[in-house]
């Protein structure tokens, strides 16, 4: 459900296939290959006007890795992590693993699932040690522009000790006029963690590869940290990876229009059911519907009360997997997703359209 449908570019793979015939299977620094630190350095100059040196670059075992380290080499137990619900499944279970206390501000589809500058002020206080969002946001697709970036930051710069952890996983499949990083906002790079990786743009999940950029003194923590949990990433992931961000950029923006395509033709096939609550999500792969319209409802056979009963339902009756909303944060929703073949989609919207029909 959660990673791209499309094989990894073949060029990629031959450039692992390259790397293992020439032996280079052997361990690696702990927070990554030289030559690939460089490559990361240089995207975050050119495409996120973001300026690190190697040495501030931690390349981890998937991008969840580089929040795990930030997150065990920044929370002292009681201290205070600020969540945008919805939010990414293991964002939560991460600062609770860590001895944080999550404060989750809550939004709906009635803004987009996004919060504003005066939600996030009431949240802060002299224990926030962290916040952590992404954008484009799994599981509701939103993005935060340039003036909602700009808004937060003039609030973060009230509380000077609070660390941002943005998660920019979903960039390269952002159907709004730009992503915008937000350590590139004015005043705002020596307080972010800017987390990125492979699986998504580049449709590497199995590869398991992220990344993190932030101020030399989180690299250096998060590089302690990784080296007694796994060390370093595999070599030849990371030799694919130096090709994929030298030459992979027209693949990615192939795929991208390929998920706007698909967004636009799973969102046409759902209006067309009565009851369903939808936005126009503007990054990602997801789409996130509030369901609640059905709450009370029956078939017959099973009633649906909350979101968890409406994903079990589709899964029995209609045979269309889906997450239930509770998991990111809002009971009201439900997660699906359209990395899938135009035929796929317009089953599964068939499929739920004539499950849904007999609730009542």
């Known amino acids: 459900?959660?990673?791209?449908?499309?094989?990894?570019?073949?060029?990629?793979?031959?450039?692992?296939?390259?790397?293992?015939?020439?032996?280079?299977?052997?361990?690696?620094?702990?927070?990554?290959?030289?030559?690939?630190?460089?490559?990361?350095?240089?995207?975050?100059?050119?495409?996120?006007?973001?300026?690190?040196?190697?040495?501030?670059?931690?390349?981890?075992?998937?991008?969840?890795?580089?929040?795990?380290?930030?997150?065990?080499?920044?929370?002292?137990?009681?201290?205070?992590?600020?969540?945008?619900?919805?939010?990414?499944?293991?964002?939560?279970?991460?600062?609770?693993?860590?001895?944080?206390?999550?404060?989750?501000?809550?939004?709906?589809?009635?803004?987009?699932?996004?919060?504003?500058?005066?939600?996030?002020?009431?949240?802060?206080?002299?224990?926030?040690?962290?916040?952590?969002?992404?954008?484009p946001c799994n599981p509701t697709g939103s993005v935060y522009g340039i003036d909602e970036l700009n808004e937060m930051a003039d609030v973060l710069k009230e509380f000077p000790n609070v660390l941002v952890v943005s998660d920019e996983i979903y960039e390269y499949i952002n159907f709004s006029s730009s992503h915008v990083s937000f350590g590139a906002i004015e005043g705002m790079e020596e307080r972010t963690a800017t987390i990125n990786g492979f699986s998504k743009g580049y449709a590497m999940t199995g590869w398991r590869l992220g990344y993190m950029g932030g101020p030399q003194w989180l690299a250096d923590a998060c590089n302690k940290v990784q080296g007694q949990v796994t060390s370093g990433a595999a070599s030849f992931s990371q030799e694919a990876a130096i090709h994929a961000l030298k030459n992979g950029k027209e693949e990615a923006e192939k795929m991208c229009v390929a998920f706007k395509q698909r967004r636009d033709l799973l969102l046409s096939k759902l209006h067309e059911i009565p009851g369903l609550k939808l936005n126009r999500p503007e990054g990602a792969f997801y789409i996130f519907m509030d369901v609640s319209s059905y709450f009370g409802k029956s078939d017959g056979k099973q009633v649906i009360n909350n979101a968890d009963d409406f994903a079990e339902a589709m899964l029995t009756e209609a045979h269309v997997g889906m997450v239930s909303g509770g998991a990111f944060g809002d009971d009201q929703c439900v997660r699906l997703s359209y990395a899938a073949s135009d035929e796929q989609l317009k089953m599964a919207a068939q499929r739920i359209r004539e499950a849904l029909s007999k609730f009542h």
């Open 1 to 135: 459900l959660g990673e791209p449908d499309f094989d990894t570019p073949n060029f990629i793979k031959e450039a692992a296939y390259d790397a293992l015939k020439h032996g280079n299977t052997k361990y690696t620094p702990v927070p990554g290959l030289m030559e690939l630190r460089k490559a990361i350095c240089q995207k975050f100059l050119t495409e996120n006007n973001l300026h690190f040196s190697p040495s501030q670059i931690v390349v981890s075992n998937g991008a969840k890795q580089s929040i795990f380290n930030i997150c065990m080499a920044t929370i002292n137990p009681g201290d205070e992590v600020i969540l945008l619900a919805p939010y990414w499944v293991s964002y939560i279970e991460i600062v609770k693993f860590a001895g944080g206390v999550p404060k989750v501000i809550k939004s709906d589809i009635s803004t987009n699932f996004k919060t504003n500058a005066d939600e996030l002020r009431s949240f802060l206080t002299e224990k926030t040690k962290l916040l952590i969002f992404s954008s």
